[in-house]
């Protein structure tokens, strides 16, 4: 096995469990002034190590969803309704559980940030690409959840099927709203953790 300049083996498999040594560590460490300092980087650490995440730490994820989520839907519906009308149309042959739930969830979303011609939406999304599909079969598990979501397809659908940007900005926030009460009482949080 080849060695580094160090000494201790610098295989592909070695790097992945040095890698998780160093963010185990750093986030046994985490405290305020250390969240404050990291960057996405640090962010995109947490995520793949979502078993040590800092309580309320989904409920902030959602918050910052909510603060462009609005942005990127309005986008998309500007830049791109048809794609947009065209993915929400499958959405009623999507099987009524959470996992399906949750892919075509994360298939809107992305689509709406590829949509919305802004990059760095989609980026910032793809940082939580496996991360979102597994809290969200937490999220919809409950029925209420699946319903919430299907009444804002449907909204978001009538929104792109008339081209109509600023409605879709609006169900957007709202449905996002909705949300993080959702799942503050899905996961026991109180909401301004």
């Known amino acids: 096995m080849p060695t580094s300049a160090a000494g201790p083996p610098s295989s592909p498999a070695f790097e992945v469990f040095r890698h998780r040594i160093v963010m185990a560590e750093y986030l046994e460490r985490a405290d305020a002034s250390r969240m404050q300092e990291g960057g996405l980087n640090v962010l995109s650490g ?21 603060a462009m989520g609005p942005a990127y839907a309005r986008a998309a519906i500007e830049n791109a309704a048809a794609s947009v009308a065209a993915l929400l ?29 802004n990059q760095v ?17 937490s999220y919809f598990a409950p029925r209420e959840a699946r319903a ?3 009444a804002f397809y449907d909204a978001l659908l009538a929104a792109a099927q008339r081209a109509d940007a600023g409605e879709a900005e609006r169900v957007t926030r709202a449905v996002m709203e909705e949300s993080i009460g959702l799942w503050t009482q899905i996961a026991g949080e109180d909401r301004e953790t």
């Not at 947490?46 to 909510?66: A, E, I, M, N």
């Not at 099987?95 to 298939?107: E, G, I, L, N």
């Open 89 to 117: 149309s499958r959405h009623p042959q999507v099987d009524d559980t959470p996992a399906a739930f949750a892919h075509f969830d994360w298939t809107l979303h992305h689509t709406l940030t590829v949509a919305s011609g």
């Open 46 to 66: 947490l995520v793949r190590y979502s078993d040590r995440l800092p309580p309320g730490f989904v409920t902030k994820l959602l918050q910052v969803r909510l």
């Open 121 to 137: 939406y989609t980026l910032m999304l793809n940082g939580f690409a496996g991360f979102y599909e597994q809290v969200a079969q």
């Open 148 to 150: 919430a979501s299907s």
